[in-house]
């Protein structure tokens, strides 16, 4: 298959894809699909410029085309791989499971701070989903638990140490985390990360289940440096 071939297959896809979105009733031009889909769709909004461009060259490739062989604008292989791989991502985008499933270090709000120091030490576990029981109660993170130690030990260390974690987590000042379903995409989740960033949030984790119910068991993390990795 010749490349404007592959490139015409790979973007008649995506538009099939919008189409199906959208559900419009009257047609909608690729371009003002893109538009109208970036801001509820994370993947297309990551590749919002690109489809954009690909729009300006396939209109090149069937309406300039001379002959029922030839066409004046012929893309390179580069950009033939760009879009059949942005084709996939789009149509089918990647989602958090498997990809960040991981079995998640809980701990028991009546556990001492001086006993997940000790988890901390042994282990290389740095973020602690804290339940009471089975009912999740908040995050605890290694950086949160020394701000918390420094901002209230005086002299003896003994009183911080013996300190419930139940305790961290009632004085902590609004949630740092966000529950998400497993079928969330990769993009969704990257796109979280950004929006709390623009909200100067602090955003530390997006704790996975199945529905994205707390009251559900945890299949995974994603912490923003986790998402470094994401292409």
């Known amino acids: 298959m010749r490349n404007d071939e592959r490139f015409l297959v790979a ?50 490739i069937v309406h300039e085309r001379t002959e029922v062989n030839y066409t004046i604008a012929d893309p390179h292989d580069q950009v033939v791989a760009t879009i059949e791989q942005i084709a996939k991502e789009v149509t089918a985008p990647q989602q958090v499971m498997p990809t960040f499933a ?79 379903p497993r079928h969330t995409s990769v993009y969704q989740a990257e796109q979280l990360f950004i929006q709390s960033v623009k909200q100067h949030k602090r955003l530390e984790a997006l704790l996975i289940t199945e529905t994205g119910s707390k009251d559900e068991k945890l299949l995974g993390m994603i912490s923003p440096h986790d998402l470094i990795e994401i292409p």
Do not use: C
């Open 102 to 180: 991981k079995v998640l270090r809980t701990i028991q709000a009546d556990l001492k701070v001086k006993q997940v120091f000790g988890i901390i030490r042994e282990t290389e576990y740095s973020q602690f989903p804290v339940y009471r029981n089975k009912r999740f109660l908040g995050l605890l993170t290694d950086k949160k638990m020394l701000h918390w130690v420094a901002k209230n030990v005086s002299g003896d260390t003994t009183k911080v140490l013996e300190t419930s974690i139940s305790k961290l987590i009632d004085e902590e000042q609004g949630t740092h985390y966000q529950f998400i």
């Open 11 to 60: 973007f008649n896809k995506i538009e099939k894809h919008f189409d199906q979105k959208l559900d419009d009733t009257k047609y909608v031009p690729f371009q003002r699909a893109v538009y109208r889909l970036r801001n509820s769709d994370a993947a297309i909004n990551r590749y919002s410029n690109d489809l954009l461009e690909f729009s300006e060259l396939r209109n090149a």
